[in-house]
Each structure stands twice: as structure tokens, then as C-alpha cells.
């Protein structure tokens, strides 16, 4: 769980680092990725830990991952709802329920959604990062549709969930990875 949420906390403080402080060996994109870890692990303090760890969600309490100018890190909310588009941002292109793109039974919709919805999430953060806005609904880490096989009608999010051979085949179509060769060059 600790390695988890430091892993977390590692890739999203990542994306954040800006050019200005390429000096540091975790900026260094050559070095091996434990290396680049332990480097930025080991110049934090246990209060930039503790506040990087427990901070980046939701709500008025959590707020963004502050900042830590002295490495160039800047501030950074991970919680952005993806669900059917990024629409909690506003200004979006609002898609159906899961249960109603599931309904099409068309995976290469799912696909173009994901696809849509990755484009907006990543114009809107490039925008929020030129204009230093932080807060919620403001990153690039998006909660999407719950992949689960439910066995169990009790459990509450049942409405996310549909037969195994269509629920694999929507992960596939919204997986990241599938829309890395389309969109990564934004």
C-alpha cells in the first residue's frame, strides 16, 4: 500500500516537473527509473512526503499537491472524473452513462469516446498549467468507468458493469495504452 501510494505520488510529481530544473538526476530521463525515483525520494523531506501523499484529491480539505519550488515541482490535483467525459471541468463534451455506451455493444465507440475524452482532459490541463490554476478537476489522472465483473446485484455499482466478454472488450477500448499511438503526440 505504502509502495503504491509512493508510486502514485512518484508518477504524478513526474509529469509536473518542469525544464528549469533539469540539473536533478530524477529530471534525467536516461537514468534508470529506480534511480530517478530514489533521487527525488531522497531530496524530499517527511513533510513534502506526508503533504504530497495526502493531498492531489478531491474537496476543500485535500485540495492540490502543493508545490515544492526548490525542485521544480509545481502543484498538481490528480482528480478529474472521466466517467462520461470530462464534463466536472465544464466546457466538455458529455457522453452517455457507462451502462449507455455499453448498450451501443460497439467497443470502437468506447474507443472514440476514451479517445475525445483524453484530448479534452489533456487541452484542459495544458491550459490550467499555462495559467497556473490548480484545483480540483484540473488533472490529467482520470477515474473512468469501474472495470469489475459483478457477482453480486447488492453491490451498488452494478450499473458500471455488463457481461465479461463486452466488459473486456471495453477495457481494451478504453485503455490508455490503445490510445498512447493516436493522441501522443499532443
Not at 502543484?75 to 455499453?102: H, K, M
Request: glycine residues 8%.
Amino acid at each position: 500500500m505504502l509502495w503504491t501510494s509512493l508510486l502514485r505520488f512518484v508518477l504524478n510529481v513526474s509529469i509536473l516537473i518542469q525544464i528549469g530544473s533539469s540539473d536533478y538526476p530524477f529530471n534525467n530521463p536516461s537514468l534508470a527509473w529506480d534511480e530517478r525515483v530514489h533521487d527525488l525520494v531522497g531530496r524530499l523531506t517527511l513533510g513534502e512526503i506526508k503533504e504530497q501523499m495526502s493531498k492531489g484529491g478531491a474537496g476543500p480539505i485535500a485540495g492540490p499537491a502543493p508545490a515544492i519550488p526548490r525542485l521544480g515541482i509545481n502543484a498538481y490535483s490528480w482528480n478529474t472524473e472521466c466517467l462520461r467525459g470530462d464534463v466536472a471541468a465544464g466546457n466538455a463534451t458529455a457522453f452517455p452513462q457507462a451502462i449507455g455506451l455499453a448498450a451501443s455493444f460497439s467497443p470502437d465507440l468506447i474507443f472514440r469516446v476514451a479517445e475525445a475524452t483524453s484530448v479534452e482532459v489533456r487541452a484542459k490541463f495544458n491550459y490550467y498549467i499555462k495559467n497556473k490554476m490548480y484545483g480540483d478537476h484540473k488533472g490529467v489522472s482520470c477515474f473512468s468507468p469501474v472495470i469489475n465483473i459483478v457477482r453480486d446485484p447488492r453491490w451498488g455499482r452494478t450499473q458500471n458493469v455488463h457481461k465479461m466478454l463486452l466488459e473486456s472488450e471495453i477495457t481494451r477500448s478504453y485503455s490508455p495504452k490503445k490510445r498512447q499511438t493516436t493522441i501522443g503526440s499532443l
